[in-house]
């Protein structure tokens, strides 16, 4: 498990991300089940530095996927989203890597909800893997359409 390193001043302390990743994983179990079978929009950002991007993508009746090689504290590492539709002869997928999940919020609109799974990748002199974006990135997950 990789840690993130928190420095003040001279002093430096490693800090394990296990906890909370184990706690957005069970919420973010419980969504997943929710929306399985369902239509969803799947929005993402890549963050400031990123020029990567979806926006409202449509995934028709909603198949879930969970991870190959679960770890040590059963947080798989890859989730992968299905539609249960084919589109011109092909099958839509999003793999979601969780080695980096931080949080699951719910943001409630009335008449559609947006759960987004934040990922953290450390601060941002210190990161926990220098290939991916720095600081946070969300993935929105929304039920149906927008109105």
């Not at 929306?35 to 400031?48: F, H, N, P, Q, R």
């Not at 009746?61 to 947080?75: H, N």
């Not at 979601?96 to 934040?118: A, P």
Request: net charge positive; hydrophobic share 35%; proline share 3%.
């Amino acid at each position: 498990e990789k840690k993130t390193t928190v420095r003040l001043g001279t002093r430096s302390a490693q800090v394990s991300l296990k906890k909370r990743r184990r706690e957005a994983w069970q919420k973010l179990k419980e969504v997943l089940t929710q929306l399985e079978g369902k239509d969803i929009l799947v929005s993402y950002c890549g963050g400031a530095r990123s020029h990567f991007w979806t926006d409202d993508l449509l995934l028709r009746r909603l198949q879930v996927e969970r991870g190959w090689f679960p770890q040590k504290e059963g947080v798989p590492r890859v989730v992968v989203l299905w539609s249960g539709v084919r589109v011109k002869g092909m099958q839509q997928q999003i793999r979601v890597f969780l080695d980096q999940l931080s949080n699951m919020r719910t943001n409630d609109y009335g008449n559609y909800v947006h759960y987004l799974i934040d990922f953290w990748n450390g601060w941002g002199e210190y990161p926990l893997d220098q290939y991916r974006p720095q600081g946070s990135v969300s993935l929105v997950l929304s039920l149906g359409r927008k109105k």
